[in-house]
């Protein structure tokens, strides 16, 4: 089941937030208001989920796979008294609270009509994909053990793996098929994605020795072909989108993909062409959490909601910011109309600075 809600108290710099998240959650602010916090938040309770199955109350742990947070006091709300950290999911069948006592960090669980199971975050059917993705390489690790859970890394990492497996594969979600494609297969449509991005472009991977993959690229322009090349001989952005496009392709309804800075070394109609899958998938119900900073991912999804009839439900805005002088985050909430418009008075800061230079320039 997806997660509808989210309330989190007293973690960093989120004193008290309640968030309703939707199909398409856009996480966006300035920098150090919170964004990536809320993300770490879900993050902490993925990376303690075996510890909510013991009858032991077992220590939180903040130094793990997912994330490396430092020290208790590093992750407490700088201002609170003796009060606990409070992570708290919610969706139509039910609540889970998670609670990390003050003093020790050990963790307490309040669960009412509901399994936690029942949540997208806790199975494989979770993606993450970390802000710093893997770079161009001659060369990819093996992991059989994420690709037989359907995950290809934080970092991307085992997309290449992924591929070699996977290419012929069918999609899950018929209408994730670029228009252009003749089949369903996944390698092609990657393919077709990528080529919005870095026009003619044709991808493939093939494990070596069972030891490494290798990752290639050539160019279709007509009837000609171009050599293959490897991914540090061709544009870096191509490959640092590479893992988005094959988590988003590979996705079943109900899936859960966070997306940390999809706009990375990305020219702006790609960075547009990015938001469109999202908003794509998230039409065909899988739920995606973005984290960005990029107006054209912001405008590409207005554009996408306009024209792929994404409904108003189906995508949540929100704009992280801290009031002058204060250390709590704040949160503005905002919806895109069917139009692709924000009818709300606009935040100050929120995808405003295009207009405040064109306003230096104008006068």
Not at 41 to 67: G, V, W
Not at 239 to 251: D, E, F, G, R
Request: glycine letters at 4%; one cysteine or more; a negative charge.
């Amino acid at each position: 089941m997806k997660i509808d809600r989210v309330q989190i108290k007293n973690f960093k710099s989120l004193r008290d937030i309640d968030i309703t998240l939707s199909n398409l959650t856009l996480i966006t602010g300035v920098n150090s208001s919170g964004k990536s916090t809320f993300i770490q938040a879900l993050l902490l309770l993925k990376q303690n989920e075996d510890k909510f199955y013991t009858l032991n109350r077992r220590a939180l742990s903040i130094n793990d796979e997912y994330i490396k947070l430092g020290k208790k006091q590093d992750i407490l709300y700088e201002e609170a008294y003796k009060e606990d950290i409070e992570i708290a999911l919610y969706n139509e069948e039910g609540s889970t609270k998670v609670i990390f006592n003050n003093e020790d960090l050990k963790i307490n669980l309040e669960i009412d009509n509901n399994k936690i199971h029942n949540f997208n975050l806790f199975d494989d059917r979770f993606q993450y994909i970390m802000t710093d993705r893997a770079i161009p390489s001659i060369s990819y690790p093996l992991s059989d053990e994420d690709i037989d859970r359907n995950l290809i890394g934080f970092r991307g990492e085992y997309t290449a793996h992924y591929l070699a497996k996977n290419g012929l594969e069918e999609l899950t979600i018929e209408k994730l098929r670029h228009e252009h494609s003749i089949s369903n297969q996944l390698l092609e449509n990657v393919s077709l994605w990528l080529g919005d991005i870095s026009n003619g472009i044709d991808i493939s991977a093939e494990i070596y020795q069972n030891l490494e993959v290798k990752l290639t690229y050539s160019y279709k322009y007509g009837e000609k072909e171009t050599n293959k090349y490897t991914p540090i001989n061709v544009g870096f952005g191509v490959t640092y989108v590479l893992p988005i496009i094959v988590a988003i392709l590979k996705a079943k309804p109900n899936d859960l993909i966070i997306i940390e800075n999809p706009e990375s070394h990305l020219h702006p109609k790609g960075q547009s062409k990015i938001a469109e899958l999202c908003a794509l998938a998230s039409k065909n119900e899988v739920q995606i959490i973005i984290e960005t900073h990029s107006d054209h991912v912001f405008n590409g999804i207005r554009v996408a909601t306009k024209k792929l009839n994404l409904k108003p439900e189906q995508s949540q805005i929100c704009y992280f910011k801290k009031d002058d002088n204060e250390l709590e985050t704040k949160i503005d909430f905002f919806n895109i109309d069917k139009e692709g418009k924000i009818n709300e008075n606009w935040s100050k800061g929120f995808f405003d600075e295009y207009r405040n230079q064109l306003d230096e320039l104008l006068w």
